[in-house]
């Protein structure tokens, strides 16, 4: 296939080097010193003791690029406006766009039954510029489970992990997304196919809405963070109502807050993706892991006092730095 990579950070920098070695032809939009990286050393991918290094073709114009099989979205959900203004050249009917992020989409509701269907979340996509100019019935939502770092421009480390759920982000049954997953399985991930990739999205961002930016805020790892009784609880509460909003629109989640906190234990001293930002002077990406949760409790009328208490301290707490835009 002819893949280009929208984004060449932790997650997309890993997925194109491993597509490449796969065989397949892989691009790469980027700017600064990425860019700069890509074209004089290619994408490096270390794992272990081994760094792997593949040339790419690398542009900021993605019109230098052309139509594509496939476009990997691997960027923060901040860039997506900017991503959304440039993206035509390299789609045609029968591109598949693959959005590997974290946080609420703003396909999200495509995927939902009933008064949800389609619907448009104004936090994630407030003139609609995303939905307009990524068709959903040519986007596949990638849900990862990987753990990588940028330790340079153009160089990532892989440290665990090489889950992929992939599902079509409307919900009907595609061929395409069958092939696509296979592909992702023989390029080294572990791939799987879901039924309703939205199902898995808000899984995920179920313990994310919460690490994420009270990690941000208070500067530590995920285990002093749930190791604090008063953090515990209040994170269980935010859990809580983020449960009770998604079985409004019909997606259960069958565990207690503990059972998440257990898991999140497990990985240790883990710095997250949004304290790594803050400590970088990067954007954060609020409004689609905290954000858009509260927005869907307005629209399925569950209250939500302690995920508005996160939302305000994390907002202004990033405003302040000018890592997110004044309220």
């Known amino acids: 296939m002819k893949i280009a990579l929208y984004g060449a950070g932790a997650i997309g920098g890993w997925m194109g080097v491993k597509l490449s070695q796969a065989g397949h032809e892989v691009s790469v939009i980027a700017r600064g010193a990425t860019l700069a990286a890509l ?3 290619g994408l490096r991918l270390i794992e272990g003791e081994e760094t792997h290094t593949v040339q790419v073709t690398a542009s900021d114009r993605p019109a230098d690029l052309g139509v594509q099989d496939l476009v990997v979205i691997a960027v923060k959900a901040p860039a997506m406006a900017s991503v959304a203004a440039q993206i035509a050249p390299l789609l045609d009917p029968q591109t598949l766009v693959l959005t590997a992020m974290n946080g609420v989409p703003w396909w999200f509701c495509e995927g939902l039954g009933g008064e949800f269907a389609g ?3 104004k936090t994630v996509d407030p003139e609609g510029a995303l939905a307009a100019a990524i ?3 040519q986007t596949v939502g990638c849900v990862v489970h990987a753990s990588c770092l ?3 421009p153009g160089v990532i480390r892989h440290h665990q992990g090489y889950g992929l759920i992939v599902g079509a982000a409307d919900g009907r049954p ?3 997304v069958a092939a696509l997953t296979a592909a992702l399985t023989a390029a080294g991930f572990n791939a799987t196919q879901s ?6 999205v808000w899984y995920k961002l179920w313990g994310n809405m919460t690490m994420n ?3 941000a805020i208070t500067g530590a790892t995920t285990d002093r963070i749930l190791n604090d009784p008063l953090l515990r609880e209040f994170v269980t509460r935010i859990m809580l109502e983020a449960k009770d909003i998604g079985a409004r629109f019909g997606i259960a989640i069958d565990q207690a807050p503990e059972d998440r906190h257990a898991v999140t234990l497990k990985l240790g001293a883990m710095k997250t993706s949004m304290l790594q930002d803050v400590q970088a002077g990067k954007a954060v990406e609020l409004d689609a892991l905290v954000a858009a949760v509260r927005e869907l409790g307005q629209i399925t009328g569950v209250p939500t006092p302690n995920t508005d208490a996160l939302l305000g301290l994390a907002r202004l707490h990033a405003s302040t730095l000018g890592l997110y835009p004044q309220q």
Request: aromatic share 0%; no cysteine.
């Open 39 to 41: 074209r004089q050393d």
């Open 119 to 121: 619907r448009r979340l």
């Open 135 to 137: 068709p959903a019935g």
């Open 150 to 152: 940028v330790e340079a």
């Open 174 to 176: 595609a061929e395409r």
């Open 195 to 200: 039924a309703q990739i939205q199902r898995d």
């Open 213 to 215: 930016p009270v990690s």
